[in-house]
């Protein structure tokens, strides 16, 4: 009797990756964001829901799927950087992906992100994609100044490349080592901050970490389903964590890198008291200039005026109203 053919091995790459997904009040969309999650050919090794005290019908419909690699975790309601937090408590992955309850993933995301994430000759610990954003689905590439696959900022790394990536990226495009993300401290999650507190750790991130950068449009953000985008003004008129208190951040930084972060962290001060002029709150925007000229940026008039000139040039006509405000 002749032995049975043997049959082809089908080499499967291992699960290593935990999403987590916070849930606030967002049940007419999270049957979109775990379906995009379990479409993924890279299959994750569990998927946690974080119920963040949503007061909808949420909650439910996760517990309608009766998927076994769903986790549901509750709390009261603490924010979006707490909820994560939760979720990065409990993840088991080598790796962790953040995914927000009403944006969604193509189906190759995670396996092209984990990819290079397990490529040695790479080492990187954290990377972005490119993402389209909805309903006009416009494509959000990284890097477009000659970034290449990998990124490390370098005592001479181009100021306007660093501003360029920490405009685009977002939480729905990254995958990160889970270790790395906890030895950053994770999200900011105090006083249910609701702006910027993915920044708070993405800045941290970018400056400490290899980066990974695939440019390749992998996850979809939708504006059009975003709280914080249709309460827009609102919103951007509130200081974000890192312009708040920057020290964390600042302390955390290599001493050889700390002029860039420096100058990093007065355009996003800059950007931030345009917005405040445009609105005729010139005095505050005063006092946030003040804050990053005296306190952590000891720049003498003439020094700041450089700064204020070569790091508004890609918004002048908001930056000479700023100028007219500030005293």
Partial sequence: MKAPASQPIEHKMLSTVSVVIPLYNKGRHIERALNSAL???HKPLEIIIVDDGSTDDGPERVRRCRNPELVLLTQDNKGPGSARNAGLSKARGKYIAF???DDEWLPAFLETGISLLEDKSANVTVLWTGYLISPDMTM???GNQGLGRIYEIRPHTDISLVNNIMSSIWTCSAIMRTDIVKK???FFDQYKCLLGE???????LLFNERLGIINEPLAIYHTEDSDLCSNRDNTRLKLEPFLEDPDDIINSCPLDTRHILRHHLFFWALTKAEMYAKFGRGKQATILLNRFTCSHF???KE???VRVLSTAAPILPLARRLWASVK
């Avoid at 993915?198 to 941290?204: A, P, S």
């Fill in 184 to 186: 950053w401290g994770g």
């Fill in 39 to 41: 479409a993924q050919t």
């Fill in 198 to 204: 993915d920044k708070y750790l993405f800045i941290k």
């Fill in 298 to 300: 000891p720049y003498t």
């Fill in 140 to 142: 959000v590439t990284l």
């Fill in 99 to 101: 995914l927000d309850a």
């Fill in 303 to 305: 020094e700041f005026r």
